[in-house]
C-alpha cells in the first residue's frame, strides 16, 4: 500500500521546466531514495511533494489523498515532515527551541516527552548541547538537530534531502546508520542523495533523476549492478 | 619589532585624531558659541572641554593599547598623544595667521583664535595651548597610574560635575518647580554652571560614593541573601521605580510631562513595531500610517468642529479608531504576505506616503480638513475629571504603556511569539514546521497596528489637534531607529531607546543647532560600540559577540528555555 503516489508532475521556476513529468511511490515502512546528479531536480521534487512548488500537471497523492489543496503548513498534520536540504536549522534558537518548534502542531503531554526522549536517545550529542544556541553546533550535529526536528512532529513519512551535504564520511556514515534505526522504528523515508552509494546501501529501492526525468527505477541491489549508474554515480569503472 | 612600530603609530593616529575633533568642533563654532558658558563658574568654560576633552579621550585610547605599564613610557604615550592633538590646533591657527581661513569656513574668527590661545599673543599663546595639550595628556597618564578602585571612582567624580554643570539650566528648570524645596538645591548652582565650592563637594561626594561602593563586592552580597531577601529586593526596586514613574509629572513640572508624554508614545509605538520588526522580522517603514489612522480617527469622531462626524465622547471613539487601525494592519498586510526583506520595506513606505497624501487630498477635505487638520479633538473624562493637561494624560499613556508592554512580554514566548520568531528565521521551514504563514504574519501587522493607532489617538487628544506634516516619513524611521539603538525584539530595549532617542535631542535643546551634530556622533559612536543596542535580548547579544558571553549568560538564556512563561 503505497503511502506516497507522485503522478506525472511537471514543475516550472518561472519558464524553466524543472520536472518533467515524475512519477514515484513510495510504500508504507521503506526507505526510497532518489539519486541523482547536480540540477537533475531532486530538490525540486521535493519541494514539489511539500507543496512549497505548485506543480502545473500532475498530482501528489498522501496516503491516498490529493494534497493539491493543501497549504505547506498543513502536511505536517498529515504526518509528512521534511529535513531540509542545508540543515536550515534555526540558528538563533537553542537546540531544545529548535525541538520544540519541530513539535509545533503537538500537543504538550506524555507522548510529546516520549518523542523528546527517543531524539535524545537517538543523538546523544543533542542532549548534552540542548542549550548552545543552534548556529554554534557543528555541521554534523546540525544536521542530527534538523533530522530531530523533524523527528519531533512524529511523521509517517520522512523527507530528507541530501543529509550528507557537507559532512566528513565518519559523520555521513552515523549519520546513515541513524536513518536506517529511525526507519526500523516505523518511519517511512523518502531519501533524497548525491551519495549514490551510500543511499543504495540503506534504501530498498532507489529512483535515478537525470535532468527532469526518471532515467531508471529499480531496487537498490539491482541499482548497484546497473553499469550505467557504476559508472556515472558509482564512480567505477 | 613590530608591536613596538605599531603602538608608536597608534600613538600618533589617536594624537591626530585628538586634535582633528577639537578642531572639528572649534570649526564648526560649537567652541565659540559655548565660550561663556560655565561648567564651573569661572574656572571651566564648555569650550575648554569640547576643546580638551578629544585629548583626554584620545590620550587613555593610546595608553590602553600599551603592552606594559612602565610609568615612563605611559607619561610619553599620553603626554605625546596629546601634544599632538594641541599641535593639529596650533598649526591650523599658524596657518590662519598667513592664509584668511575665514573666507571659507566662516566660523574661524578671531574671537575663535582667542580664545583657544588664551587671550595672550600668538606665540606665547600657541605655547600655551601645546603646554596644556602636553598637561592633559600627562593627566590621562597619570590618572591611569592609580590604583583600579581610585581611577574608576575619579572618573566617575569627574563625569558627574561635568554633567550637572554641562546641564545647569535644564536642572534648574526642574528645581524651580519644587516649592520650598528649590532653596534647599539652588545654591548649587551659579549663574552660569557650579559654584565653585559646590563642585568640589559634588566632586568629593561622588568620589567617595565611587569610592565606597567599588569596594563592596555587589555579587557576593546578592548570593549571600535568601530567597526571601531577594524577593524583598526584586519587589522594593519595582515598587521604587513604580513611584518614581507615578511621581515624574509632578516632580519634573509641565514642560518635561510634555516631553515625557512624548516619549511615552514613542515607547508606545515602539513596543508595537517590535512585534513587527523585533518579533517577526518584517522590516515595515510605514508604520506611521497606522499612526496616522488612529489620530484621524479619533479626531475626527470626537472633534467638536464641522468637520467631524459623529461629536462621539473619547471612550467611545477609542474602540472605534482601534479597530480601524487593526483593519487596515491586516489589509496592509494581505498584498505583502510573499513579499520579504527589502521587498516588504519598499511596499510598506508606499502605503505610509498613501495614507498622507490621501489625508492631505482635497477630495477628503470634507472630513479631514486637508491641509488645516482638525482642531479641538475631544479629551478623556474619567467620571467628571476631564484629563486635560499634559501631567494627567502622563497617567494614562503609563497605563496604556503598561497594558501594551505586558502584551508584549506575555507575546513574545508564547506559542505566537515562538512562531514569529521561526518565521522571522527561516520562513520555508517554519511552514514545513506546520505554521500558518497567513495567519502569523497578519497577526504581527495587526498587532502593531493596534499599538500605533493607539499612539495615534493618544497623539491626537494630547496635541487637541492634527496636520497632515505630523504623520510624514521620519516618525516611521525614528520608532525603526529607537528599536534599533535599543536592541531589536528586547522589550527593555524599547524603553532605553525610547528615552535616549527621543530624550536625547531634548536635553541637547541647549546646543541649539550644534545639538543634531552631537545627537548624530552619538548614534554613529553608540551602533560602533553596542550594534546590538543599549539593552539587547539575550540571544541577540549572544550572537554578535559570542566571544564574551560568559558564563552569566549561559544561565539566563537558560532560565527563558527551561520557563518560557517568564
Known amino acids: 500500500m503505497p503511502i506516497l503516489e507522485v503522478e506525472n508532475i511537471h514543475s516550472y521556476y518561472g519558464n524553466i521546466h524543472a520536472l518533467k513529468g515524475i512519477s514515484l511511490t513510495v510504500d508504507k515502512g521503506e526507505i526510497v531514495t532518489l539519486i541523482g546528479a547536480n540540477g537533475a531536480g531532486k530538490s525540486t521534487t521535493l519541494r514539489t511533494i511539500c507543496g512549497l512548488l505548485k506543480p502545473r500537471e500532475g498530482c501528489v497523492r498522501f496516503d491516498g489523498e490529493d494534497l493539491a489543496p493543501c497549504k505547506p503548513h498543513d502536511l505536517i498534520f498529515k504526518g509528512m515532515s521534511m529535513v531540509p536540504e542545508g540543515r536550515r536549522i534555526f540558528s538563533r534558537l537553542t537546540v531544545s527551541e529548535n525541538l520544540e518548534m519541530g513539535a509545533y502542531t503537538r500537543r504538550k503531554g506524555p507522548e510529546l516527552v516520549a518523542d523528546l526522549e527517543r531524539v535524545f536517545t537517538l543523538f546523544p550529542r543533542l542532549k548534552e548541547r540542548r542549550k548552545q544556541v543552534g548556529g554554534t553546533l557543528s555541521g554534523g550535529e546540525q544536521q542530527m538537530l534538523a533530522t530531530g526536528r523533524a523527528l519531533m512532529a512524529h511523521p509517517r513519512l520522512l523527507l530528507m534531502d541530501e543529509p550528507s551535504m557537507g559532512l566528513a564520511p565518519v559523520l555521513v556514515e552515523s549519520i546513515f546508520d541513524t536513518i536506517v534505526q529511525i526507519n526500523k522504528e516505523g518511519t517511512t523515508i523518502l531519501l533524497v542523495e548525491q551519495n549514490a552509494l551510500m543511499a543504495l546501501s540503506i534504501a530498498a529501492r532507489g529512483y535515478v533523476l537525470q535532468t527532469g526525468e526518471i532515467v531508471l527505477q529499480d531496487s537498490a541491489d539491482e541499482l548497484k549492478k546497473n553499469k550505467m549508474i557504476q559508472k556515472s554515480y558509482l564512480g567505477m569503472e | ?566
Open chain 2, 1 to 566: 619589532m613590530k608591536n613596538k612600530s605599531s603602538y608608536w603609530a597608534k600613538t600618533l593616529q589617536n594624537g591626530l585624531i585628538g586634535g582633528g575633533i577639537s578642531l572639528l568642533l572649534s570649526v564648526v563654532g560649537l567652541v565659540l558659541a559655548f565660550g561663556k558658558t560655565y561648567i564651573i563658574s569661572g574656572v571651566l568654560t564648555m569650550a575648554q572641554v569640547f576643546v580638551l576633552a578629544p585629548f583626554l579621550f584620545e590620550a587613555t585610547q593610546s595608553i590602553r593599547q600599551l603592552p606594559s605599564k612602565e610609568p615612563i613610557k605611559t607619561l610619553l604615550v599620553g603626554g605625546l598623544t596629546g601634544l599632538l592633538g594641541g599641535a593639529v590646533l596650533a598649526l591650523f591657527i599658524l596657518i590662519n595667521n598667513f592664509i584668511n581661513i575665514r573666507s571659507v569656513l566662516i566660523n574661524v574668527s578671531p574671537d575663535l583664535v582667542n580664545l583657544l590661545t588664551f587671550h595672550l599673543p600668538l606665540v606665547a599663546g600657541l605655547l600655551a595651548l601645546l603646554g596644556i595639550s602636553l598637561v592633559v595628556g600627562l593627566v590621562a597618564a597619570g590618572v591611569f597610574m592609580l590604583p583600579d578602585r581610585i581611577r574608576g571612582a575619579l572618573s566617575q567624580a569627574v563625569m558627574v560635575v561635568v554633567l550637572v554643570g554641562l546641564f545647569r539650566d535644564l536642572i534648574v528648570t526642574v528645581i524651580l518647580h519644587w516649592g520650598w524645596v528649590q532653596y534647599a538645591f539652588l545654591w548649587i548652582f551659579a549663574q552660569s554652571g557650579l559654584t565653585i565650592i559646590s563642585a568640589l563637594l559634588l566632586f568629593a561626594l561622588v568620589g567617595g560614593l565611587g569610592y565606597w561602593s567599588a569596594g563592596r563586592n555587589r555579587k557576593a552580597i546578592a548570593a549571600n541573601r535568601t530567597p526571601r531577601q531577594q524577593k524583598v529586593v526584586r519587589w522594593g526596586t519595582l515598587g521604587v521605580l513604580g513611584l518614581i514613574a507615578l511621581l515624574l509629572p509632578a516632580i519634573l513640572g509641565s514642560y518635561f510631562s510634555e516631553i515625557l508624554d512624548n516619549v511615552g508614545i514613542y515607547i508606545l509605538m515602539g513596543l508595537g513595531l517590535n512585534i513587527v520588526v523585533g518579533f517577526a522580522g518584517l522590516l515595515d517603514l510605514g508604520y506611521v500610517a497606522f499612526y496616522a489612522i488612529g489620530a484621524y480617527t479619533l479626531g475626527m469622531l470626537t472633534t467638536s468642529e464641522a468637520v467631524g462626524l459623529l461629536h462621539l465622547s473619547f471612550w467611545v471613539a477609542l474602540p472605534v479608531a482601534l479597530v480601524v487601525a487593526v483593519a487596515a494592519g491586516v489589509i496592509l498586510g494581505l498584498p505583502i504576505l510573499r513579499l520579504r526583506g527589502d521587498y516588504l520595506a519598499i511596499v510598506t513606505l508606499g502605503f505610509g506616503e498613501i495614507i498622507r497624501i490621501v489625508v492631505l487630498s482635497d477630495w477628503l477635505k470634507p472630513l479631514l480638513g486637508g491641509s488645516e487638520g482638525i482642531q479641538r479633538i475631544g479629551k478623556p473624562a474619567i467620571g467628571g475629571l476631564v484629563l486635560a493637561n499634559q501631567q494627567q494624560l502622563y497617567y494614562l499613556i503609563l497605563v496604556c504603556i503598561l497594558i501594551a508592554g505586558f502584551i508584549a512580554i506575555r507575546l513574545k514566548d508564547s506559542h505566537l511569539g515562538r512562531s514569529w520568531m521561526a518565521l522571522r528565521e527561516d520562513e520555508d521551514v517554519a511552514e514545513a514546521m506546520g505554521i500558518n504563514k497567513v495567519t502569523t504574519k497578519l497577526l504581527a501587522f495587526a498587532m502593531g497596528a493596534l499599538f500605533s493607532g493607539l499612539g495615534g489617538v493618544l497623539f491626537a487628544t494630547k496635541v487637541g489637534s492634527i496636520y497632515p506634516q505630523s504623520f510624514s516619513f521620519i516618525v516611521s524611521i525614528n520608532i525603526l531607529s529607537l528599536i534599533i539603538v535599543g536592541g531589536m525584539g528586547s522589550i527593555p530595549g524599547v524603553f532605553v531607546g525610547g528615552l535616549a532617542l527621543v530624550g536625547l535631542p531634548l536635553l541637547l535643546s541647549q546646543f541649539a543647532d550644534f545639538r543634531y551634530l552631537i545627537y548624530g556622533a552619538v548614534l554613529v559612536i553608540m551602533m560602533l560600540r553596542k550594534p546590538e543596542g543599549l539593552a539587547p535580548e539575550a540571544r541577540r547579544r549572544l550572537e554578535l559577540h559570542e566571544d564574551d558571553a560568559g558564563p552569566g549568560l549561559q544561565e539566563e538564556l537558560q532560565t527563558v528555555t527551561k520557563n518560557p512563561g517568564r
